[in-house]
């Protein structure tokens, strides 16, 4: 019989794909943030990071197959911007719903990759979290936290079609289509 899992971390970060902006989210039982931490950070050729936008078809097809492999559950939000959604509002959006699912199966803590401007995002996540359960979230930058690396890789790889994201599938528990 396999226990629960029962995630204590979520790491998110943010790509966008002409019209539609995605929020990937990668949930993480503490037990395995030390080992998951080498184990990507292990995967660094150059540059101090992985970055999806930067690697090469190979390196991305190998790396999205180690991620499938980790002890994770991941899901994307979309948001399709029509009608004159701004790219403020679709991250306002994929946000709100992220925080809503966190907060629904009670996952105490949240990354999310700093901008540089995180002023929309300290509006929208105290707006939309409720006082139960606890939600503790902050940002860091994504060069000083490597488990945003994966989120990075997620969210590239549902962005970028069906054949990547079948490379995924093992992890990947849900995408969330809005359409606002």
């Given at each position: ?8 971390d ?9 019209q539609?902006?995605l929020?990937?989210?990668?949930l ?13 950070e ?5 540059g ?22 980790y002890p ?13 959604i ?7 959006l994929?946000?709100?719903e ?8 009670s996952?105490?803590?949240l ?7 995180d002023?929309?995002?300290?509006l ?22 490597s ?6 890789g ?6 970028a ?9 093992p ?10």
């Amino acid at each position: 019989m396999s226990r629960k899992f029962r995630p204590t971390d979520a790491f998110v970060d943010e790509s966008i794909r002409g019209q539609r902006y995605l929020m990937g989210c990668v949930l993480i039982e503490a037990k395995h943030l030390a080992s998951l931490r080498v184990d990507v950070e292990g995967l660094v050729l150059t540059g101090g990071r992985v970055h999806f936008h930067n690697e090469s078809s190979r390196r991305r097809r190998d790396i999205l197959a180690r991620f499938a492999e980790y002890p994770i559950s991941v899901f994307v939000v979309v948001c399709h911007r029509n009608h004159g959604i701004t790219e403020f509002r679709a991250r306002e959006l994929c946000l709100s719903e992220i925080v809503d699912r966190l907060q629904l199966d009670s996952v105490p803590h949240l990354v999310v990759e700093s901008r540089h401007d995180d002023s929309e995002d300290h509006l929208t996540i105290p707006r939309v979290r409720r006082s139960e359960p606890p939600l503790i979230w902050e940002h860091r930058v994504g060069a000083e936290e490597s488990l945003l690396w994966i989120a990075d890789g997620i969210t590239w790889a549902v962005g970028a079609g069906a054949a990547w994201r079948l490379l995924i599938d093992p992890i990947l528990r849900d995408v969330i289509e809005l359409r606002p």
